[in-house]
């Protein structure tokens, strides 16, 4: 099983997304950024690290949000998503094909990856709390 995390990077009432460039596995779907975490890292430190390194942002990583276990045909993904905060850099998507940022309602117009899609259902139910 392959441990990836995924960030919640909030900026003002909208979170980021981004789409998977088309050389990708799930070309084209959008997610929550973030990656596989390497041996001896922490969520966390993870998080951050990929961060830095696909959207050249530096970020704090806060609270759990929510995990999936998705089975892909080819490898079975335990994604982690974390809240997280843009303290500073600019922003400059290095392996994604676009960056938006939505509000929680409008994520229904997007087609996110499989493992990413339960976050998205965890979202617009709390939104609607």
């Known amino acids: 099983m392959i441990e990836v ?37 922490s969520p966390e430190i993870c998080l951050s690290r990929e961060i830095q390194e696909e959207l050249a942002i530096t970020i704090a990583v806060s609270r759990f949000f929510a995990d999936t276990v998705y089975e892909y045909s080819n490898k079975t993904v335990h994604l982690m998503a974390y809240w997280a905060e843009w303290l500073h850099g600019e922003l400059s998507p290095r392996v994604h094909q676009e960056l938006v940022w939505s509000t929680i309602p409008d994520l229904r117009q997007y087609m996110f990856a499989p493992a990413d899609q339960p976050f998205v259902e965890k979202l617009l139910r709390e939104w609607k709390a």
């Open 5 to 41: 995390t995924a960030a919640l990077i909030r900026r003002g009432n909208t979170v980021l997304i981004a789409r998977r460039s088309d050389q990708d596995d799930l070309a084209g779907l959008w997610e929550f950024p973030g990656g596989k975490i390497e041996d001896g890292e």
